[in-house]
C-alpha cells in the first residue's frame, strides 16, 4: 500500500483556501442523519465535537474521566501560539510556520503546519468569543509573551492556565451541544476496540468503566482525540490515566504509526524524589522568560544554590547559545541539562538536576511582577518540594511530555483505515520531531475547531446514503468478543505481581534506552528487555476484583498491555532511523560540538509503521516529505 | 514514619459501607497523599484484596478529579490545596488519619472513595456557556475587556469543578460552584446578551439536581483548592434577583 497524503496542488499559501472551497459538503439535511464518534474530550476532541454538533450531525463523545472537563489539555500551562501580530514585532502566518517547521528539525509535512499557521488566528477570536479569560494590558488590549525557539512575542495566555482556560472554553462549547441533545455524552467510558466494516471504521467497542459492560456504538466516521502516549515511560507529565489504548487499536486495525520514535522530553520538570513517585509535574517554559538556568563550574559543588557566588555559575544555555539563551528549543535544553548532569554538575541531593533561578528577574522587576506572572507555578513548585522559589533557585531537570508521533493522517486528518480521523497530540502530524512550546494547544484546536468538521465532509458527502448500521452486526460482535477475550486473559493471569510493576519496569527500560539519548547498542538490547516484561505480565500479573465492576487496577492493566507493545514499536522506529533530529538524539550522530546531526539525504521522510500480526515485525512506509518553501539548514541557535 | 488510615469501603452505589483499618509503613514525606494510596493499594494487591477505589488523574491540582475527604475536611488540612498537591510532610508519624469521598445527595458514591458528580456537568449544560458557533467570532481585540474585570473574571473561572464547595457546606450546596461559572461569564462583555437567561437556567438546573440552599457559613471559600471567593456568590444572588424582577 502507498502512502498518498492527499495535500491539495496549488502554491502553499493558497493551498488551504482554494481546497476548503472544493470540498464536498453534507447538506443540512443529511447531516442529521449522519452519526460521528469522538473518543477523548480534550482540546482536539471537544472542539472537534462542539463543532461538527453545530453543523447538524450527530455526535457520540467518550472520555474515561468522570467529566469531559478533566482531560488532561487542562494541565498546559504557557500559552498558546497564534500569528496575531499584535506584538507588532515582524510576525506573520509565514514566520509561524517557518519557525514551526524549523523548530521541528525539518521532519513535518509542509502543507499542514502552513494550514495550523493560517488557522492560528482564528483560534483565537473563537476563544475570547467563548469567554475565555485571557491576560491583557491595562487597554483592555490581549498581552503576549515570547516562547522557546522563536524570537517574537506571539503567545496568548491565561496566567499559568491557559490549557485550563481554553478546555473550559471547549468544554463549555460541547456542553451547549449536550444540552441541546446533538451530542450523546458518554463519560467512564474507555474505548477498547475499532469496528471496521468493508474497510471503513463504523464504531467502537467501549466499556462502562463503573458496571464493567461492553458497549457497541455505531457510527458514520470514527474520530480519535485520545491523545499521546507519554505513559509508556511510566514517569511523565501526562495525568495518570492518558494512554495510547485507542491509538493503538487503531494501528492493529490498519492505521498506520508515523514516527513513534519522535518524544519530548521537557527541559524544565521537578525532579524525581523517590521510587513512590507517580508522576513528574512540568514548570511551564514560559518560566524561561525570566529564569535563568545554571549549574555550578565546579563538579560535584556540595553548597548550597544561593552559597555560591556569581561567578562560580556556569550559565551553560547562555554560554553556548548566545542568540536564543535560555529559550532554546526543549529538545535543545533537555540534551544540555542531561549532559551537564551526566558530566558531574548536577545539583540537589540527587545531582540530577540544574538550578532555574529567578534572582535577577527579581531584583530587575521586583518580586511583586514575577508573583503576577508566575505565581501559581511558584506555588505549586513549593507545595511538590517544599522549597520556596523566591528565595533559593528552582532544581528542574527534563521530563517525558509529549508525543510527536502518533497516528499517520493525510491532509485531511484521515488515516490509512478509510472513515478513521485522528486529531491533536493523537496524530503525528504538525510538530515534526520537536514541538515548539504552546505549540499542542495550537494544534489540537486548529484541528478541532476549523481543520477536521471541514476536511470529514471529504469523506461523509461520499456516505449520506448509509444507514446507522445495526449493532447486531458480525463486525460488532466479533470486535467485543476480541476485546472480551483480552479481558478475560488477564483477568485469568492470575499472578502474583501488580500492573505497576511492569509498567515501572517498562518506563525505566524506555527511559534508559529510548530516552533523551539513544544508540543502536542500547536500543538493542531496550527492544530485548521491552519483550521479556511483556512475557512476564502475560504470566504474572494480577488482577484483584472482577471485571464487571468499577476496576481500576483493570483498566490499567488493559492500558499496560498495549504500551508493552507500543514501546517496542518505538524502540524500532529509533533503530532505523540513522540520525539525530529534534527531539530524537542518536548519539552515533552528533557534531564536535555535540549538536544533532541529520540525514537528510536519507530521512527526510515520515515513517509510517503497518501492523502485521501479533509478534510479527511491523512493515515500514515512508512517505517523502518535500520542502519547495523553505531550505533545509542545520538548527542554529547560536 | 507510618501512617494509620481509616477509609471508607463501599461496593458500590447500592450496598452499605464501612471504615476499614490500614496501615502504610516507610511514607516518605516527599510522598502525596495519593501517592501513598498507591502504595498502600500496591500493598493491598500483592495480599490478594480489592484495592481502594479512588478518582484521580493528572496529580497536579488542575483536572478536579481527586476527591478526597480527609480528617473531616475536604482536601485535606491545607489551605488552597487539592488531594493531589497535599503531601505527608504535613502529617505527622503514627498519625491516624480518616479518608471519606464527598458527602452530598447529588454525589451519590460509585464506591469506596469515587463519587458521581455528573450533577455538575448538567448545570453547565443547561446554560453555563456563550453561544458562539466556531467560526463566528469578530477579531479578538475589537472586545477590550477591562484589565480588571478580566482578572476577576479569571480568579472566578479557575474553578476546577472539583466539587469540595459542596462537599464542605453542611447543605450541599453548590452555590460556589455555580456562581463562579456565572460570574466568569457575567464580567465579561461577551456574556452580556445571555447573563439574566444563563443564571436563571443554571439555578433551576442546581436545584432540580438536589443541592441545597446557601445560608452563608463560608465552608465553601475556605476548603476552596482554588480559594475561589464567595463574592461571586453575591454576584450570582445580585445577578438572580435582577432576572426576577425583569421577569
Known sequence: MSLDSKIPEGPLAEKWTRYKATIPLVNPANKRHIEVIVVGSGLAGASAAASLAEMGYKVKVFCFQDSPRRAHSIAAQGGINAAKNYSNDGDSVFRLFYDTIKGGDYRSREANVHRLAEVSTAIIDQCVAQGVPFAREYGGLLDNRSFGGVQVSRTFYARGQTGQQLLLGAYSALSRQIGKKQVQMYNRHEMLEVVTIDGKARGIIARDLVSGKLERHFGHAVVLASGGYGNVFFLSTNAMGSNATAAWKAYKKGAFFGNPCFTQIHPTCIPVSGDHQSKLTLMSESLRNDGRIWVPKKQNDPRKGVDIPEDERDYYLERRYPAYGNLVPRDIASRAAKERCDAGYGVGASKMAVYLDFSDAIQRLGKDVIAARYGNLFEMYEKITGENPYERPMRIYPAVHYTMGGLWVDYNLMTTVEGLYATGECNFSDHGANRLGASALMQGLADGYFVLPITIGAFLSKDIRTKAIPTDHPAFAEAEQAVQNQINRLMNVKGTETVDHFHKQLGKVMWEYCGMGRNAEGLKKGQGMVREIREAFWKNVRIPGTADSLNPELEKALRVADYLELGELMIADALNRNESCGGHFREEYQDEGGEALRNDDEYTYVAAWEFKGDNQAPELHKEKLIFENVKLVQRSYK | ????????????????????????????????????????????????????????????????????????????????????????????????????????????????????????????????????????????????????NAELSFDAAACIGCGACVAACKNASAMLFVSAKVSQLALLPQGQPERYNRVQAMVHQMDLEGFGNCTNTGACEAECPKEISISNIARMNRDFMVAKIAE
Open chain 2, 1 to 148: 514514619m507510618k501512617i494509620n488510615l481509616k477509609v471508607w469501603r463501599q461496593a458500590n452505589t447500592q450496598s452499605k459501607g464501612d471504615f476499614k483499618d490500614y496501615t502504610v509503613n516507610e511514607v516518605s514525606e516527599d510522598m502525596s497523599f495519593l501517592e501513598m494510596f498507591d502504595v498502600l493499594n500496591e500493598e493491598l494487591v500483592r495480599k490478594g484484596e480489592e484495592p481502594v477505589a479512588f478518582d484521580h488523574d493528572c496529580r497536579e491540582g488542575i483536572c478536579g478529579m481527586c476527591s478526597m475527604y480527609i480528617n473531616g475536611r475536604a482536601h485535606g488540612p491545607e489551605q488552597g490545596t487539592t488531594t493531589c498537591q497535599l503531601h505527608m510532610r504535613h502529617f505527622k508519624d503514627g498519625e491516624t488519619v480518616v479518608v471519606e469521598p464527598w458527602r452530598a445527595q447529588a454525589f451519590p458514591v460509585l464506591k469506596d472513595l469515587v463519587v458521581d458528580r455528573s450533577a455538575f456537568d448538567r448545570i453547565i449544560q443547561s446554560g453555563g456557556f456563550i453561544s458562539v458557533n466556531t467560526g463566528n467570532a469578530v477579531d479578538a481585540n475589537s472586545l477590550p475587556v477591562p484589565k480588571h
